[in-house]
């Protein structure tokens, strides 16, 4: 989902269940972890990555998202800077 679609309260941070994704890259992007960051309780998970593609962000997060319960899933953004 956009950042620019977000509802009110994930951007309000009011409610738990939106999260931000981003990627830490290794040295030469050999190697990455995914983290995912809950908006309202600043939460952090990391997450495995098999590769550093967007295919592997996908698998990773996917993964690790399915951990949790699904009330605690509402949105997912991922950081774009």
């Known amino acids: 989902m956009s950042i620019h679609e977000r509802p009110d309260e994930a951007l309000g941070r009011q409610v738990p269940g939106h999260w931000e994704g981003d990627l830490i890259k290794g040295a030469g992007n050999a ?10 309780s600043r939460y952090v998970l ?5 590769g550093t593609g967007a295919e592997a962000a996908l698998e990773g997060f996917t993964r690790r998202m399915r951990t949790l319960p699904a009330a605690a899933c509402k949105t997912l953004t991922y950081d774009q800077g």
């Open 31 to 40: 190697s990455a972890v995914g983290t995912l960051v809950e908006r309202k």
């Open 46 to 50: 990391l997450a495995k990555m098999d």
